[in-house]
């Protein structure tokens, strides 16, 4: 086999070699055989980086693949024919799911008004963040070159793309652009959103609101501020957040542990009883069953679309709606190139969109319909840029979980 192959993404070498199927399989990248993931994840992933994050031997690994493949080229009785080109995506967005269909019928709307030679010259991959068993964020630690990655790529959340090794290497390096020098609308513009050191671009936001069911809270005060979920009287009585790995909401976690310490999260550990999706909050919130949490942390997007609203409070936190941010990275030697791309997803009509969503956008021309007073609660980019967030979102998590399970300290 060709040592090229390694260069190549994961889709190129099972389009070119669809017997290398088995060999992925049987050595540790069997999600590969699933075709969505194949054609989206794997699309924007070169092997190389595949098996480094995989901690798979990439002679080793290769041997195998060359050995697949002259025995089906024996059998076939055939030479091997030209590799085919492994083009880096020119887009790759992870999308939080209330965004993902209608950015993709934008998208597509702009790509039909472009000329057929530019529009042949795209390469892209729209995907939902909550629609794959992998996570593409996580491929970020073991980029090794500029060339491994799309030419931009957009992400929710605070994932790997603000890890020590990407930041270090790519980073403050300089290879990535932001796009945008814009401060958002009256409500955004207190929270400084621009990256002041011009790498990040911030497209828009999920917010973290509070809902509150009356028929759970019983005599209890409703909470007001983030800070009130980590009073006693709230014990085993709230959602947030939470997958079966057992990772719980990274923005909610890194807020709490900036402002009250380790001791927060102890505190707010001892309260919660749930680790949910959204749209299992969404579905129990006024329901009336006794499994139902009295107060849930979830994103305005579900919040918004909670059908049974009798007994049901929407908080806005007095210490302001907790951002998650939806962040645009753009190789900064692609901007030309790609000018046109990037006014479309900077612009307004993709700032609409996700406004309408209830993902405030930062572009200033879009109404984000929001509260008259509302506020935020942003943990900023020096923050963000000065500490180690992949420790950190190890540590905090680890700190809640000790209290969630009801160790103590």
């Excluded at 994961?10 to 060999?23: N, S, T, Y």
């Amino acid at each position: 086999m060709n040592v090229s192959l390694l260069d190549l993404t994961v889709r190129d070498v099972i389009i070119r070699h669809p017997e290398a199927l088995p060999v992925f399989e049987s050595n540790g990248l069997g999600i590969f055989a699933d075709d969505e993931i194949r054609f989206t994840h794997g699309a924007a992933v070169r092997l190389r980086t595949a098996l480094k994050a995989a901690g798979i031997n990439a002679d080793l690994f290769r041997q195998k693949l060359d050995d697949a493949i002259a025995i089906a080229m024996s059998r076939a009785n055939s030479q091997p024919s030209f590799l085919p080109s492994s083009r880096s995506l020119n887009l790759f967005a992870l999308l939080p799911c209330p965004l993902k269909v209608p950015l993709e019928e934008a998208f597509n709307g702009y790509l039909a008004s472009l000329a057929p030679e530019q529009r042949a010259g795209l390469t892209y991959c729209i995907e939902g963040n909550a629609n794959s068993q992998i996570d593409y964020a996580d491929y970020a630690d073991h980029f090794e070159n500029l060339d491994d990655m799309p030419d931009i790529i957009i992400t929710p959340g605070f994932n790997s793309f603000f890890h020590p090794h990407f930041v270090k290497r790519f980073i403050k390096t300089g290879q990535f652009a932001s796009v945008s020098s814009f401060d958002g609308d009256r409500h955004l513009a207190a929270m400084a959103v621009t990256d002041p050191d011009g790498h990040y671009t911030m497209l828009a936001m999920n917010l973290l609101v509070l809902v509150v069911d009356h028929t759970r809270l019983g005599e209890r005060s409703a909470p007001q501020s983030w800070a009130d979920l980590l009073k006693p009287e709230y014990a085993k009585s709230i959602a947030i957040r939470g997958n079966r790995d057992g990772s719980f909401c990274e923005t909610l976690l890194l807020s709490l542990y900036k402002d009250f310490g380790r001791d927060g999260l102890t505190r707010l550990g001892r309260n919660v009883a749930w680790g949910w999706h959204p749209s299992q909050m969404v579905k129990s919130a006024g329901s009336g069953r006794e499994d139902t949490p009295a107060i849930s942390a979830m994103p305005l997007f579900f919040a918004n679309n909670i059908k049974n609203r009798e007994n049901v409070t929407i908080v806005w936190p007095s210490d302001g709606a907790l951002v998650s941010p939806v962040t645009m990275l753009v190789k900064a030697d692609k901007r030309d190139e790609l000018r046109l791309l990037i006014e479309f997803l900077n612009g307004p009509e993709v700032a609409a969109i996700c406004a309408g969503a209830a993902f405030p956008a930062v572009h200033p021309g879009v109404d984000n319909r929001l509260p008259d007073n509302a506020s935020f609660k942003w943990i900023g980019w020096d923050y963000v840029k000065n500490n180690d967030l992949k420790a950190l979102i190890a540590a905090t998590n680890a700190s809640f979980l000790h209290a969630f399970h009801g160790r103590t300290p």
